[in-house]
């Protein structure tokens, strides 16, 4: 899914709900379709959602975590549906979760190369990770929105730590705003 800023592209929506209850995560795994439980890899079960698409983790404490969706609307609708499917198994749960929007991840692309070695010191090391041995890509942490920006050469870029789409488009301006005001933009490809 594309974002209002049409350079953004929706990556992965991750939110959570509580149920407010235990729950029997080995008799839960034999009665629900699209379930696995390898409880000596995970301590909880995974849910494949088949539509809208998602993976949600199951915890014993009643606790969800949807990840894999593509809109934050996904999101709530996959919870939903499982919380339907724990009632039709004659589970009870006294109320309708408040989902909690995460975390949304975004890619986009700046249009140019990046100079990386002259990002890392025109932004300000003291918010900037850089070690292209070990990584290709420069981790940058905005102040406000508080989200991190990966910057690669290629002038593509990944958003994460947004809990709104909002948050990911005024970091995506912030980042290009702050590399046009140090002059480094780099040239088009």
Do not use: W
């Amino acid at each position: 899914m594309t974002t209002g800023n049409s350079s953004l592209t929706v990556e992965n929506v991750v939110g959570s709900a509580e149920l407010g209850r235990e729950l029997d995560l080995p008799a839960l795994a034999e009665d629900l379709p699209n379930t696995t439980h390898a409880h000596d890899q995970f301590p909880g079960l995974i849910h494949r959602n088949q539509s809208p698409k998602g993976v949600i983790l199951v915890f014993r404490s009643g606790k969800l975590v949807c990840t894999g969706a593509k809109r934050t609307a996904d999101v709530g609708t996959a919870l939903e549906q499982f919380v339907d499917e724990l009632r039709a198994l004659g589970i009870q749960i006294d109320h309708d979760p408040e989902v909690t929007i995460q975390n949304i991840v975004t890619s986009g692309d700046l249009g140019v190369r990046l100079n990386l070695n002259a990002v890392a010191v025109g932004l300000g090391l003291e918010n900037i990770e850089y070690e292209p041995e070990q990584f290709p890509g420069l981790v940058y942490r905005l102040d406000s929105p508080s989200v991190v920006s990966l910057l690669f050469a290629s002038g593509k870029l990944v958003l994460t730590g947004a809990a709104e789409l909002s948050e990911a488009e005024a970091a995506f301006e912030s980042v290009r705003s702050q590399l046009r005001s140090v002059d480094l933009l780099g040239s088009p490809r």
